[in-house]
Antibody, heavy 122, light 107 residues
Framework: EVQLVESGGGLVQPGGSLRLSCTAS????????MSWARQAPGRGLEWVAN????????YYVDSVKGRFTISRDNAKNSLYLQMNRLRAEDTALYYC???????????????WGHGTMVTVSS | DIQLTQSPSFLSASAGDSVTITCRAS??????LAWLQQKPGKAPKLLIY???TLQSGVPSRFSGSGSGTEFTLTISSLQPEDFATYYC?????????FGQGTRLEIK
């Protein structure tokens, strides 16, 4: 079964750090771009970051640039999100998603994990 | 940035009805437009990609269409399990963006 499982969320004080992990199973992680997205309580979806298959190309939403780092370890079938200088507005359920990068316009977030909750509060 | 605006934000309908949700983009995303469904407490699920291609396993009562800056998701003959929140998403350019969501409720 194709599956993504996130972990590493929790309660952290403003200015603190947290590292999220996402473990993939049922498919070869190294052949896919991967993504992180988030959803604040009661709010809509927000894309956070993307990484290419080798980890050499990354993209971020402006609000996390310079604070968050997306990375991967294909040998461990794992995706990561290092979050530094956390703010209250980073409080959200963080999802990892498989990014299908098609040959045409058939790009999509086709597989989603169930998410891990990050709460930034003093 | 490509901004996506969905209408309506809330929709009330009955089982068996057909409904249409519209997604308007501030700039044309080409066909890099997807639709996702999210049920309470669950992860989003891909329904449609490339504006009109049905994801494998998704019932044929879901359909997508559109071009330019206006796209639609139509659900024909609503089933009880279709009551959820729907999001459009553009993957044409960074930052990848989502619409604000349309909550479909049972009348």
């Amino acid at each position: 079964e194709v599956q993504l499982v996130e972990s590493g969320g929790g309660l952290v004080q403003p200015g603190g750090s947290l590292r999220l992990s996402c473990t993939a199973s049922g498919f070869t992680l190294s052949t896919y771009w991967m993504s992180w997205a988030r959803q604040a309580p009661g709010r809509g979806l927000e894309w956070v970051a993307n990484i290419d298959q080798e980890g050499s190309e990354t993209y971020y939403v402006d609000s996390v640039k310079g604070r968050f780092t997306i990375s991967r370890d294909n040998a461990k079938n794992s995706l990561y999100l290092q979050m530094n200088r956390l703010r209250a507005e980073d409080t959200a359920l963080y999802y990892c998603a498989r990014y299908y990068d098609g040959s045409g316009a058939d790009d999509a977030f086709d597989i989603w994990g169930h998410g891990t909750m990050v709460t930034v509060s003093s | 940035d490509i901004q996506l605006t969905q209408s309506p934000s809330f929709l009330s309908a009955s089982a068996g009805d057909s409904v249409t949700i519209t997604c308007r983009a501030s700039q044309g995303p080409g066909s890099y437009l997807a639709w996702l469904q999210q049920k309470p407490g669950k992860a989003p699920k891909l329904l449609i990609y490339e504006a009109s291609t049905l994801q494998s396993g998704v019932p044929s009562r879901f359909s997508g269409s559109g071009s330019g800056t206006e796209f639609t998701l139509t659900i024909s003959s609503l089933q009880p399990e279709d009551f959820a929140t729907y999001y459009c998403q553009q993957l044409k350019s960074y930052p990848i963006t989502f619409g604000q969501g349309t909550r479909l409720e049972i009348k």
